[in-house]
């Protein structure tokens, strides 16, 4: 089986990095709001209800964050891929 080199340039890899990460602090955010937002509410269905949101966005916000991680490895040549960097 052939392996098929992606071909992209740096700053297209930068930008989406970025925008990566921009996304990952609004998670963190609404993670953190619905938290606090939990802890305001009497202990009924919606309370659990806020808790599991806030886990879920804390989540999508720590795997994006290991994707910026990795991205940024790959940038530096640490980590080797199929991506190749073009002028």
């Known amino acids: 089986m052939m392996s098929d080199v992606k071909r992209i340039s740096r ?9 990566m990460a921009l996304v990952s602090l609004c998670a963190a955010g ?6 606090q937002e939990a802890l ?7 309370r659990v209800l806020t808790y599991v949101l ?3 966005a804390g989540g999508m916000a720590l795997i994006l964050a290991l994707g910026v991680i990795r991205g940024i ?9 199929d991506i190749e960097f073009i002028n």
């Open 73 to 81: 490895l790959v940038l530096k040549g640490v980590i080797k891929t």
């Open 30 to 35: 609404l993670s953190i709001y619905h938290y």
């Open 40 to 46: 305001l509410i009497y202990f009924d269905d919606e």
């Open 11 to 19: 700053e297209k890899f930068t930008s989406s990095l970025i925008v």
């Open 54 to 56: 806030a886990g879920c």
